[in-house]
């Protein structure tokens, strides 16, 4: 299973040369990598910039995971100065993405800046970085997803008086609903649609609107919290999860399947193209592995 980047913690103190024996990585970036962060950088804001530099400078490790689709970086300490973290302190949070078209091909490629707790965390291909890795780069338009230097939104409260709509209504038909959140504000909902390069179902779209986030029966919709999962065959968006199973949609898919994916024996099945239809048959269903 593909997951963050481990914790920065003792593990990381330890011999450099015995971490790399035993994580692998490297202590350099590759050309490629240096140039996606140099256009990234040009455009943020001058804090935000200088802050990224200083992460960059304190590299102690370097992963790639994937084929290279995701690079993870490591710090070389705690970087807990209020000089060198970025102030939006939020987990997993897709701060920009650029979209690169390698010289005399058609392929475009894109690459998100991931950062975490306010650390840079990863970047994250669209497709393995092979045909960037060499000659000259043509790097569209950086767009900026969030803001860095803002101060990270509170953890959303559950909000007990949400009216149930027709999809939570069919829902809390199969079982009792908890942590039902507001929806999130329909220019954030558009956004993060957008951010997801994915063809969704329309009543995955319409749940969006009643809700940002619940939970029944151990599975958790996620909603504009949507987190990716890098194969090296494709990206997934995990819309859905339990501790094992998710419902999710492939990066790049032009018609709006479910997928239900097993993170544990990394299987992928198709679930159709009904959001509610598919999360009520998956928790069903039983699991790989189970008696």
């Not at 979209?99 to 392929?107: A, I, T």
């Not at 900026?144 to 959303?156: I, K, N, S, Y």
């Not at 999710?248 to 479910?258: H, I, K, M």
């Amino acid at each position: 299973m593909m997951g963050r980047a481990p914790a920065n913690d003792g593990t990381w103190a330890m011999n450099p040369l015995l971490r790399r024996l035993l994580f692998g990585g490297s202590t350099r970036l590759r050309d490629h990598e240096r140039r996606m962060l140099d256009c990234f950088g040009q455009a943020l804001p001058d804090e935000a910039r200088r802050r990224l530099e200083a992460q960059l400078g304190a590299l102690r490790n370097v992963q790639r995971f994937a084929k290279g689709k995701m690079v993870t970086f490591h710090l070389k300490e705690e970087p807990a100065s209020e000089d060198l973290l970025f102030p939006n302190r939020s987990p997993e949070l897709y701060a920009a993405r650029l979209r690169v078209k390698p010289p005399g091909q058609s392929l475009r490629i894109t690459c998100d800046l991931v950062a975490h707790r306010g650390r840079i965390s990863s970047l994250e291909f669209s497709r393995p970085p092979d045909p960037v890795q060499s000659g000259e780069l043509e790097c569209g338009k950086v767009e900026v997803l969030e803001d860095l230097l803002a101060a990270a939104r509170p953890a959303p409260a559950a909000a007990p008086a949400v009216a149930l709509g027709e999809n939570l209504k069919r829902l809390a038909s199969r079982g009792e609903l908890s942590g039902v959140e507001a929806p999130a504000p329909e220019v954030e909902r558009v956004r993060f649609l957008e951010r997801l390069g994915a063809a969704v179902p329309n009543d995955y779209v319409r749940l969006l609107a009643e809700t940002n986030g619940f939970e029944v029966g151990g599975f958790r919709f996620l909603g504009t919290r949507a987190r990716r999962i890098v194969y090296p065959d494709s990206n997934y968006q995990l819309l859905a999860e339990d501790g094992q199973t998710a419902l999710a949609v492939r990066e790049g898919q032009e018609f709006p399947t479910l997928l239900v994916l097993d993170q544990i024996y990394e299987s992928v099945r198709e679930a159709g193209a009904s959001f509610v239809d598919a999360f009520l048959g998956v928790r069903e269903r039983p699991r790989e592995g189970s008696d």
